[in-house]
């Protein structure tokens, strides 16, 4: 499976500046999930990660008004899967539970 629209990416990523300062890491913490394709990030990000699959890297740099500035991403896919109905609808993937058990056709 590959980063394509109504799929939900789980990525993990370090975003450096034009300097090279690491001005945000999650790499240690929660994966950034998000319904790829609804724009729920910049329009240029989504094209730099589509396509990619799990478990590719990636890094490229970023200029963008919007971003203000030249940005270094470092990029790692940890997981693709097909949004539900529900998702798509919302243009947001469902959270987990408290508990990860989100029902018998759970996919978290």
């Keep these: 499976m590959h980063v394509e629209k109504n799929t939900v990416v789980s990525l993990r990523y370090i975003l450096k500046n034009a300097a090279g300062e690491i001005m945000e890491d999650n790499t240690n913490a929660a994966v950034l999930e998000y319904l790829h394709g609804v724009g729920n990030l910049l329009p ?3 094209a ?3 396509g990619l699959g799990i478990k590719d890297k990636k890094i490229f740099s970023l200029s963008d008004e ?8 470092d990029v790692t ?9 529900d998702e798509i609808e919302n ?3 469902v959270k987990k539970s ?11």
């Design 66 to 73: 919007e971003l203000q500035g030249e940005f270094i991403f």
């Design 98 to 108: 408290a508990d990860n058990n989100c029902g018998p056709s759970c996919c978290c």
């Design 48 to 50: 730099a990660v589509a």
């Design 44 to 46: 240029s990000l989504e």
């Design 91 to 93: 243009g947001l993937p």
């Design 77 to 85: 896919i940890d997981n693709i899967r097909e949004a539900t109905k």
